[in-house]
């Protein structure tokens, strides 16, 4: 459906994955696959840090905190883009558009925001482990946790209340499976410069800077391992940041794909795979890296399942 250029746009027509039927079909399936895992998979990792004495760390009290922001991610996305892909295309409400970018934002941010926290604490628990108990206690965890979830909500706010600010008009059509921010201000028919200069400027708080902590933070990590004597001591700190380090570099390695590789010449297909990766991948890929290559999260699950 398609609006004159004179029309404010009240209702938007998500496309979705222009394929053939049994293509969309096959991505249906293969989607709420993904997606039931994803959501099970991190709720098993909420309730066995809940569950297990053994768990009960600042470190895996952060880990319940990516797992809920993965759930929100996922669920804010992959709900209505199935029935986008089944329906080969839908139309959603330009009020239930915002809403939808608006979380996708808050979750994005968050998750940025955490996996800092998380350096933060492993640098603590390497580079200075005899104070690492009463520095991270869980007065400080849970200040860290009500701090980058208030940042987030409050960040994103801004640049969505601009958008809904400015004059949306005809066509109503977005040629993608989410309202993402790029295809949004297509649909703008008045000066974008404004909500541009405000994404630039959120990019470096929430994007840019929580990085090169995160970078600093592992430089030190790193130097402190190497200079372990022993190679069991060095193996089992490394241990325990792995996991965190191997979710940051899939994190980061999809968003610097999306959003700082030029676009031009770039297929849709292409664009909509990698926005796939980053907004339904990426959380299924975090439950399996923390319960495959995290002893502790293994061995809880036993005793639950020894238990049942």
């Known amino acids: 459906m398609y609006l004159s250029n004179a029309t404010m746009v009240t209702q938007i027509l998500l496309l979705g994955f222009q394929s053939q039927h049994s293509i969309n079909l096959l991505i249906?399936?293969?989607?709420?696959?993904?997606?039931?895992v994803t959501v099970c998979g991190n709720f098993l990792i909420i309730f066995l840090v809940s569950y297990s004495n053994n768990l009960h760390s600042p470190m895996y009290f952060f880990l319940t905190q990516l797992s809920a922001s993965d759930i929100v991610l996922t669920t804010n996305i992959s709900p209505n883009m199935l029935y986008v892909i089944i329906e080969e295309g839908a139309v959603m409400s330009f009020a239930g558009c915002i809403t939808q970018f608006y979380f996708f934002g808050v979750s994005e941010c968050a998750e940025c925001l955490l996996l800092t926290v998380m350096s933060y604490d492993r640098y603590l628990a390497i580079c200075n482990p005899l104070r690492y108990a009463s520095i991270m206690?869980?007065?400080?965890?849970i200040k860290l946790i009500i701090m980058y979830w208030l940042i987030s909500f409050t960040a994103i706010l801004i640049p969505t209340i601009?958008?809904?600010?400015?004059?949306?008009?005809?066509?109503?059509?977005?040629?993608?499976?989410?309202?993402?921010?790029?295809?949004?201000?297509?649909l703008i028919c008045?000066?974008?410069s404004v909500v541009t200069i405000e994404v630039t400027l959120l990019f470096i708080p929430m994007l840019i800077i929580p990085f090169i902590i995160i970078m600093v933070s592992y430089v030190y990590i790193v130097y402190t391992i190497l200079k372990i004597q022993?190679?069991?001591g060095r193996q089992k700190a490394f241990s325990t940041c792995s996991s965190h380090l191997l979710v940051v570099a899939i994190y980061y390695g999809t968003l610097f794909c999306m959003y700082m590789l030029p676009t031009k010449g770039q297929s849709l297909i292409v664009s909509n795979v990698l926005s796939l990766f980053y907004t339904v991948v990426t959380s299924l890929l975090n439950p399996i890296i923390?319960?495959?290559r995290n002893k502790d999260i293994q061995q809880a699950m036993g005793k639950v399942i020894s238990k049942f």
């Open 137 to 141: 206690d869980n007065l400080l965890c």
């Open 190 to 192: 008045s000066d974008t």
């Open 28 to 36: 249906f399936f293969l989607l709420l696959v993904v997606y039931c």
């Open 230 to 232: 022993s190679n069991t």
């Open 162 to 186: 601009t958008i809904c600010k400015m004059d949306f008009c005809g066509p109503n059509v977005i040629n993608h499976y989410f309202c993402d921010l790029a295809p949004l201000l297509e």
């Open 290 to 292: 923390y319960t495959l």
